[in-house]
DNA sequence: AACGTTCCCGGGAACGTTTCCGTTGATTTA
DNA sequence: TAAATCAACGGAAACGTTCCCGGGAACGTT
């Protein structure tokens, strides 16, 4: 009979193959200082013949370490946050960390059962983007940074919370789109704001309204029209916008998916872009590039936030806090494209 | 001085504090048949008291089982996996299974790294949707599978493999959209093949050509072109054959993003959609709607994939593999949009 | 009345690893 | 040369569970 296939080999396989205790492997394998050169590589050949490989749940068991970090994002399905994971990935399983992803479904109740799971996975650390009412979570947060995990915000965070967070200047670029199309000589322009309770909704329109203040322009209640995040958003207020017989000549909004919604209904009703009116969205997405006209965005960089996140949550980790401030701010781009350029 | 916050509570924790042993705690929370309803209302109670929560770590280092499923595709960025995972997350975390997503970057080296990972972090399942060379991992899906881990495939399967998958029928749903294009009437029908090694070209293809067979229409080299699988490539393909002066009625396209490309060309070339050129994808993603002309293609039910797939794994894992066959077909829908319609 | 059952429960090994503590022989120091 | 340091290793506890084995009541069964 040939060797019967033993389900996986231990620690204990290669001290009895060499004749040597279950101390001296682990060291061997963990590189410590006090194990001679020779036996070492002894155990490293022998775990090699042996396919050895580390049963992660007895080193967590006693290290109390899942090396395991819990992502918890709103959604998967609009390629945003998976470029973001993208970038996380690279960075985490470089340092031999594994990430546990759930989504919240952009309901707070959700995240809550979420970040519960995560903590009783015994995840490392937790990185989170949160739901439109991070608020009413807040405590949770709390908690979980009580009890010792650490926690990394980013795009989406809660501001009163002291943790770490990886995001972009909303204001500024905000400030910097709506600036792009008052100097493209745009006249009435209206900010399609995103979900109230979320702190983005309030950076990008302080960037608006900071905007039309240093322009000048008038700014009253017609301005900012409240939306929500997706396609028909955008569409459904446009509607509204048009029927009303407020067409405004530009279009500032809370993200690509509403404008995109909003330029669908201009572009039924008859309106030409961007002669008849212009339009800016946030969060650039592929969409932005296969809509007609070509949507002018800002650009986030995505795979570098999770990267950046992700190296934040490992310092944090390793007690290596200190060299990080509370929050990181990435640089941003606006894309001018056609849907915004006026043209002479 | 107050309670220390011991870090968690453990089983001997409440086994101390009711004076029972760890066994009778261990039996109460696993609802075993011995032992006394009191007691084990007793242990609940003292358990929630003591805000209890097991160690997954210990559990699985006794069980054997992680009650993890891992989780191995191309990509997460197109929406398309997402929208699967969604599916795979409602029924995985019904069971109290948690899930561990890799991406192999359309790598067969990557993939077979997360391959490896996942069998080093010991879960108790495999969901796979291959690479487009597939094949080069044949032996590794066998091997894992021989020591014990259950795999399911999904969407790219491997058709070498003895194991479950999960898939639509491509054949007959690209066989109705040429059938389609067809009857609507359109005269050369081209086919923009994807890459040549996914199993997934050489099926869709087969409809491709029993479609045109069907309805005798003469089927030559020109017929199908081997294209890839992005954007580009769509627009790359359909401008060599608008420069060649050999401009097809319609296109039958790999996926939708390589009709979305071929179209984009097409309307730079001032070509009209439907009337000069007519398009269908396949896999429908959101990009289909915001497209203009919105775009006929094939929509898969992906969230029913994922769920199907999962419990497909759950069944593997605990042991009621027959209630399954050996694969699972879906129904799948074509969507007739603007796209392929002819006007009269 | 002796004997099997059934019902509950405790003791303790086992899972695979890390790590503390101790031991030994060799080397250095006073 | 005796004492102290050091390098390299073994022994064994510990991590938090599950589960097998065994045992003592209480309960029927012949």
New binding site residues.
Partial sequence: MPETTK??A???DIAKKL?????????A??DS????????DLVLKAAAELN????PM??G????KSHTIGLCVPELVHSFFPKIITGMQRALSEAGYTILITTSDESYETERKNLLLLKQNLVDGILISTTSESHRNAALYDEILGSGTPIVFFNRVCSKINAPKVIIDDTKMAHMAVEHLIRQGYGKIVHMAGPRDLDLTKLRMEGFLSAMKEFGRTVDESSVIDTGMFIDDGAREMEKLIRSGAKPDAIFAFNDPVAIGAMKTAKKFGLEIPRDIAFVGFSESKSALIVEPALTSVAQPLSQMGEVAAKCILDKINGRAETYPATVVLEAALNVRESSVRIR
């Fill in positions: 389900k996986h231990t620690i204990k004749g040597v205790s279950t101390s001296t492997v682990s060291r394998l963990s200082w006090e194990i001679k050169k020779e036996t070492r050895y490989h580390p049963n007895a080193i068991l006693v290290t109390k």
